[in-house]
């Protein structure tokens, strides 16, 4: 089993983005976790194509885009077109879900649904053989900083049961909250991604936060 570290670029330094790419590029993290809000969705507003344009430009690593938008139908070719290798998209935003997953998997990216805190996995049945990620919220979603929700762990292992014999190369990835307290247990619970934002970009040295998450996932110790 991959385990995949994501450092969220939405808690990097923007007036250093730059360097916060190349750090990511020369950590052991595995993607950048790009989070688009659109102030509707989220009562938030990060960042759109100039941004995702110029990460792109400089990161050697995919892009793991998180859509917190209302239609993104909209908005997903030119997503991919900007960069994205994957689009996850909210099932809350999606009147027709099975189509917007269609049209990520046909814009040449890999498709994600992501639940809210409230949102049982449950409701994914119909679709999970078409999905390659699916993303549990373990806060709510359009801030940084939040304390992670503990029925994550509950969610994790309800996603693990209804993937088994139906999709099982299936990416589990967690968001919020996330960081070197609490990483084992995701793992023990099922979790194959981390998205980790705060976590990592407000430590001393946060190539070495990620150097330590990697160590926790593997030798599954926590602390």
């Given at each position: 089993m991959?385990?995949?570290?994501a450092?969220s670029?939405l808690?990097a330094d923007?007036?250093?983005?730059?360097?916060?790419i190349?750090?990511?590029?020369?950590s052991e993290?595995?993607?950048?976790?790009v989070d688009?809000?659109?102030?509707i969705?989220?009562?938030?507003?990060?960042?759109g194509?100039?941004v995702?344009?110029?990460?792109?430009?400089?990161a050697t690593?995919p892009?793991d885009?998180?859509?917190?938008?209302?239609?993104?139908?909209?908005f997903?070719?030119?997503f991919?077109?900007?960069g994205a290798?994957?689009?996850?998209?909210?099932?809350?935003?999606c009147?027709?879900l099975?189509?917007?997953?269609?049209?990520?998997?046909?814009?040449?990216c890999?498709?994600?649904?992501a639940l809210?805190p409230?949102t049982?996995?449950?409701l994914?049945?119909?679709v999970?053989e078409?999905?390659?990620?699916?993303?549990?919220?373990?806060?709510?979603?359009?801030?940084?900083?939040?304390?992670f929700?503990?029925?994550?762990?509950?969610?994790?292992q309800?996603?693990?049961?209804?993937?088994q014999?139906?999709?099982?190369?299936?990416?589990?990835e967690?968001?919020?909250g996330?960081?070197?307290q609490?990483?084992a247990?995701?793992v023990?619970?099922g979790?194959n991604?981390?998205?980790?934002g705060n976590?990592?970009f407000?430590t001393?040295?946060p190539t070495e936060t990620?150097s330590k998450?990697?160590?926790?996932?593997?030798?599954g110790i926590?602390?």
């Amino acid at each position: 089993m991959k385990y995949i570290i994501a450092p969220s670029i939405l808690s990097a330094d923007f007036g250093n983005l730059q360097r916060d790419i190349e750090m990511i590029n020369q950590s052991e993290a595995d993607w950048f976790h790009v989070d688009v809000m659109d102030g509707i969705f989220v009562p938030n507003i990060s960042f759109g194509f100039p941004v995702m344009a110029a990460v792109k430009k400089h990161a050697t690593k995919p892009l793991d885009v998180h859509l917190m938008i209302v239609e993104p139908d909209k908005f997903i070719p030119e997503f991919a077109k900007a960069g994205a290798d994957r689009i996850t998209v909210h099932y809350e935003a999606c009147t027709h879900l099975h189509r917007t997953i269609q049209l990520i998997k046909a814009s040449g990216c890999k498709a994600g649904v992501a639940l809210n805190p409230h949102t049982p996995v449950t409701l994914l049945q119909d679709v999970i053989e078409d999905l390659d990620l699916v993303l549990i919220m373990s806060v709510n979603p359009g801030f940084g900083g939040q304390a992670f929700i503990h029925n994550t762990y509950k969610k994790i292992q309800d996603l693990k049961r209804l993937i088994q014999g139906v999709n099982e190369e299936l990416i589990i990835e967690v968001d919020g909250g996330v960081g070197l307290q609490n990483i084992a247990t995701l793992v023990s619970a099922g979790a194959n991604a981390f998205v980790a934002g705060n976590a990592i970009f407000a430590t001393d040295n946060p190539t070495e936060t990620i150097s330590k998450m990697k160590n926790l996932i593997t030798t599954g110790i926590s602390i």
